[in-house]
């Protein structure tokens, strides 16, 4: 079966630290892959997204993810992190067969001032 | 202008009772989902519904039904509600098969006592 996993559950950091968060799913054919935002309180944002060609993504506020097929992986990465970046981060992998999208277990992100 | 909305935005009632959570969508969209979120930021997929037919029911208790009067509306009816049912549910919509970006609601707390 499909499956995400996201390595880091909780990272903390101080401003302007870079961040990395690890995001590797398990499906050989055809991959669509999301990184998803939940700031505290707040419904889910979508970050960025791969369907094919660059596998370096660029999404919204400054986040960056790339995809290496042959290491099934999808990290997101932002140079400089900031106090407002800190929430909940989610990687989902769209399971074509069933249009659903299967998450992995979340990377919660502290920034400290 | 809000895209995916959800009410009610919390939820608090007792074991046992029948309770409903309505979604709407002015996207336009095709394809609509329900999400569970667990105590541990866990998502995980419950329903979806594409132009009012389930095309998707994962493995949930039959007291959690889904019922999509038009494409714009799914709603989620719970009977008999459990401790175990407390989460945050989330509704989420999609524009059909040529688009895999899934637009999220902003969630739905209940909390059974």
């Known amino acids: 079966a499909q499956s995400v996993s996201q390595h880091n559950h909780h990272v903390i950091l101080s401003e302007a630290a870079s961040l990395e968060l690890g995001c590797n799913y398990s499906y050989g054919g055809t991959v669509n892959l999301f990184w998803y935002v939940q700031y505290p309180g707040q419904h889910l944002q979508l970050l960025l997204k791969?369907?094919?060609?660059?596998?370096l993504v660029k999404g919204i506020k400054g986040f960056e993810a790339e995809f290496i097929k042959s290491k099934f992986s999808f990290n997101l990465r932002k140079p400089s992190v900031q106090w407002s970046d800190t929430a909940e981060y989610f990687c989902a992998a769209l399971h074509g067969g069933y249009n659903k999208l299967i998450f992995g277990a979340g990377t919660r992100l502290a920034v400290h001032p | 202008d809000t895209a995916v909305s959800q009410t009610p935005k919390y939820l608090v009632t007792q074991m046992g009772n029948d309770k409903s959570i309505k979604c709407e969508q002015n996207l336009g969209h095709d394809t609509m989902y329900w999400y569970k979120q667990d105590s541990k930021k866990f998502l995980k997929i419950m329903f979806s519904?594409?132009?009012?037919?389930?095309?998707i029911n994962e493995t949930v208790p039959n007291r959690f039904s889904p019922k999509s009067p038009d494409k714009a509306h799914l709603n989620l009816h719970i009977n008999s509600l459990e401790l175990g049912d407390s989460a945050v549910y989330f509704c989420?919509?999609?524009?059909?098969?040529?688009?895999?970006?899934?637009?999220f609601g902003p969630g739905t707390r209940l909390t059974v006592t």
């Open positions: 519904y594409n132009n009012k037919e389930l095309i």
């Open positions: 791969y369907f094919s060609g660059d596998p």
């Open positions: 989420a919509s999609r524009k059909g098969v040529s688009s895999y970006e899934q637009y």
